[in-house]
């Protein structure tokens, strides 16, 4: 899977936990996820287990801290497929 | 002096109705909302029956986006469309973003009497148990808590006075009441949400069903299965749903030209103490008659003013006793008893919910100059024959009907009295 497919997939994991999907539209690499899309960040959690259930990896808890944007969270898993 | 305090708007999803018009449509025609369930059933209840809001999950999605939805198990989410309802009934507008403007002078007491069993039972303890707690998610302590229903109400509707979550059983709805009423009273609020809630699961209904307390007789006829202060009563029928009454101090209601159904004259809780008759399931008589003569003192009210009783009158023997204590505390005799009701004939034992949805059922029926049937009691309890012409057994239009007293029992042997009477301006 190439960044591209991993983003788009990205995009879809976080649209339920984003108010406004019009921000999804314009979202890049360094969209703040808590910060741009107002994610509430209790929900981050639910974030990485759903990613783990669409491209069947585990995330650690540490890999999982350091996702601050959508291009963070597409490098973990990019890591982790490859 | 203390603030006089009246509802203005309120919020009802039970087994039998969601939203005012349906329930009292529902109420009106003694239609009843108690269904057989296969899975009871399958699960080998001895009650297969029970009173359970109908196509509820589509009503939710009408009122929440799917974020919410996914941490709005049934006990929060009977309790927050009760509450939307009822806050738009008073005339608020209800909006995900509001600019940021926290309501300081509004607050909210909801309690349920078991609340987040199924998350508990469906999630928890699978999960748990399989290893999976780092799986379960964020949702699973905002659901269980007993603070559940008040936190998620309190954020839908940027609440910022007291938000918090009583439970006494099946007292928990009416206490809410009582204590809201107090908090508007002594002017630390204007304006409070009050009401119960609670689930509908057979993980809620177990416990009841392995005391044999429950109806096991109508599991083929359930709409008969509820059947308070009848001959034929063999237990009471589990119930689920929610009731929120916005209460207000009456000037602020005024002032912004409110429409009110009501009035709180009064209300009174207390507890046997489980001596003398009282035990953890069952009332002592002299608690449940301290509660009501105290509820008749603090609404300044005779006992020859009382119209009407909504009883709690849940359909097992208790309710012979219920009677005789209204009676005694009242000192009005069979000739002289007022007219008496129960609304669990209809939507069964709600439990945390049923203090709240049967006082949304009293403050309609004051309104609305009506007495609902109590029905499933053609075959009135021997013991109880005397009161017999006091029970409606088909609506009854009252006009002049202007003050009902309203009472709920719970486990523990705690009480609760509450006296609305109607507005007339």
Sequence with gaps: MDEKQIFQEMVNILRPYVKDPALLESATKDTHILDDLKVNSARLVDVIIKCEDVFDIEIDDDDADQIRTI?????????KLN | MKNRVVITGMGVVAPNGHGLHDFEQALREGRSGIRFFPRLEELKFSCQIGGMPENFDEIRT????HEKLMSLNDNIGYMSVSAVDAWRDAG???????????DWETGAILGCGIGGMDTIAERVVPMVNEGKTRRMGSRIVEQVMNSGTSARVGGLLALGNQVTSNSAACSTGTEAIVDAMWRIRTGLAKRMLAGGSEGASPYIWAGFDSMRVIARKFNDQPERGSRPMSASANGFVPGAGAGVLVLEDLETALNRGARIYAEILGGYVNCGGQRNGGSMTAPNPEGVQRCIRGALADADTAPDEIDAINGHLTATFADPSEIRNWSQALKRDPQDFPYVNSTKSMIGHCLGAAGA?????????????FLHPSINCEDVHPEIEAYGDKIPHTVMEFPELKIIAKSCFGFGDVNSCLVFKKWEG
């Design chain 2, 92 to 102: 608020f507008a209800f909006s995900d973003d509001n600019n940021g403007q926290v």
């Design chain 2, 357 to 369: 949805i049967e006082s949304v059922a009293v403050v309609l029926q004051l309104h609305g100059g």
């Design chain 2, 62 to 65: 009408r009122y929440f986006d």
């Design chain 1, 71 to 79: 291009g963070d969270a597409v490098d973990v898993l990019q890591k």
